[in-house]
């Protein structure tokens, strides 16, 4: 995964301290986006291979991951590689 991002803050203990941080970020104007990134504790099995599973909360702007390799999704029902290693069933649909 490629990141757009020039900075990076986190290892927090709960989703309050983060929140509070994302706040104050977001009040930030020399900051032009902030995200909080959200993952599982626990990758996901898709065809037999181990997936991290993450997500973007936005709080400010717009702040996603920079696809390196295949390309975007055509539709939010779409996993966003065409060449994913996990199989034709893993790139063809998720659910939400």
Do not use: Y
């Not at 977001?26 to 900051?31: F, I, R, W, Y």
């Not at 400010?60 to 996990?86: Q, W």
């Amino acid at each position: 995964m490629g990141v757009p991002w020039d900075l990076g803050v986190g290892n927090f203990a709960d989703a309050a301290s983060a929140e509070r941080v994302a706040k104050l970020l977001a009040a930030n104007p020399a900051l032009s986006a902030v995200a909080g990134l959200v993952s599982t504790s626990q990758p996901a099995q898709i065809g037999g291979h181990s997936v991290p599973i993450i997500a973007f909360q936005p709080h400010k702007g717009m702040v996603s991951p920079t696809v390196v390799e295949g390309r975007e999704p055509l539709r939010p029902t779409r996993s966003p590689s065409a060449h994913s290693p996990c199989g034709p069933s893993a790139r063809d649909s998720t659910t939400r």
